[in-house]
């Protein structure tokens, strides 16, 4: 290969890493700040005049995000290392919902 073709290539490598990071920057903005506008609306439930919560509820609402969020970070850090890695969980509460019958 000539320097002249080795010498394109690279730019245009050089080309595709930059609008990957354009593109990383402006899909991350707008994730994070959904993220973000979500985790506030989960702070809405902390109202005791429209909610029953119980403070294990709050422990399991905590460790839930903390969690999630060192997962996020753990990605991160695995794809600048070259691994790949992805999990999923979901959130359930530890405690039972009592239901109406249960108040008598």
């Known amino acids: 290969m000539s320097k002249e073709k080795l010498q394109q290539t690279a730019a245009q490598l050089e080309a595709i890493k930059a609008a990957k990071r354009v593109k990383f920057v402006k899909v991350g903005q707008a994730r ?5 506008k979500k985790i506030r ?9 429209s909610y029953a919560f119980t403070p294990k509820d709050v422990q ?9 969020v060192i997962q996020v970070v753990d990605r991160f850090n695995s794809a600048l290392e070259g691994k ?4 999923e969980t979901t959130f359930v509460f530890g405690s ?4 109406a019958s249960d108040k008598k």
């Open 41 to 49: 609306l989960i702070g809405n439930l902390a109202r005791p005049s």
């Open 96 to 99: 039972q919902v009592a239901s």
């Open 84 to 87: 790949t890695q992805k999990a």
């Open 32 to 36: 994070v700040a959904t993220a973000i």
């Open 60 to 68: 399991d609402l905590k460790l839930a995000l903390a969690g999630e």
